[in-house]
């Protein structure tokens, strides 16, 4: 069977990891994206096979030009094609310092990551997908490009600045690109996680579970999981938005919603 081919960013552990299986579980193969981790990303691979899925590695680091090519390359050698680009890798800073006295450093390195990284891969993956469609090269009528950008797009953090300004920069390239692709039948969609119980938020658990379960911080009194991020993935990669692009789905237990 031709199966729909995704490339999932980041996808060797926490949302990443949960959006490679649950994909796996919906009819897709994956190429499988990582940094570093090698053997957390085979631990990925081996649950995409289990949920019914083919999965390659491809190691690179988003924010390289060349690493970009490449994955983009490796991922066609391995499937032929790319149906679904998820750009899931990212990063927060190394130091939460209040803008302030925050660095240079910190704010190119999130900049890298978070926004050219996930732009120029769009549009390295978004040159395939039209040539796959001009050629038929692909089972999908609907190639999909989503963005994992965060609630920090519009909810100001003074001591992450750069992370901030990172994701609010995604969330404009997911409409630039929603409007570029559109005619070419390529839908783009971004989706907003709230806080979601990973390795990123770790450090500030007991922060959050003060805000969450005490300070009201959101109407669904729980933390978030990656497995609900994955679940609007599918829902995207399911085909059941077809007259949408450019949509943002917000995965944040109500975070958005203004209340008194």
């Excluded at 499937?79 to 803008?99: C, E, S």
């Excluded at 769009?122 to 994992?148: D, E, F, G, H, Y």
Aim: aromatic share 6%.
């Amino acid at each position: 069977m031709n199966r729909n081919v995704a490339l999932v960013t980041g996808a060797s552990r926490g949302i990443g990891r949960a959006i490679a299986v649950a994909l796996a579980g919906c009819g897709h193969d994956l190429a499988i994206n990582y940094l570093a981790n090698a053997q957390a990303a085979e631990e990925t691979r081996a649950a995409v096979e289990q949920a019914g899925g083919r999965a390659a590695l491809v190691q690179g680091d988003v924010a390289l030009s060349d690493d970009r090519r490449r994955i983009v390359d490796q991922t066609t050698a391995a499937f032929g094609h790319i149906d679904l680009l998820v750009n899931n890798a990212g990063v927060a800073p190394t130091v939460r310092a209040d803008i302030l006295e925050a660095t240079e450093e910190s704010f190119d390195r999130l900049i890298e990551i978070n926004l050219k990284g996930p732009y120029f891969l769009t549009q390295l993956v978004a040159q395939r997908m039209c040539l796959q469609i001009a050629r038929k090269l692909s089972p999908c009528t609907s190639p999909k490009i989503i963005n994992i950008t965060s609630l920090s797009a519009y909810a100001a953090s003074t001591n992450r600045g750069e992370y901030c300004i990172s994701k609010a920069g995604l969330s404009m390239a997911t409409q630039l690109w929603a409007t570029r692709l559109a005619e070419f039948g390529i839908e783009v969609f971004e989706i907003r996680p709230g806080i979601i119980q990973t390795d990123m938020t770790g450090p500030v658990k007991a922060r959050y579970d003060k805000l969450i379960f005490e300070q009201d911080l959101t109407p669904i009194k729980r933390w978030g999981t990656p497995g609900d991020v994955a679940q609007a993935v599918v829902a995207i990669a399911s085909d059941l938005f077809p007259f949408s692009t450019g949509q943002v789905f917000d995965v944040d237990g109500g975070y958005h919603l203004r209340r008194l």
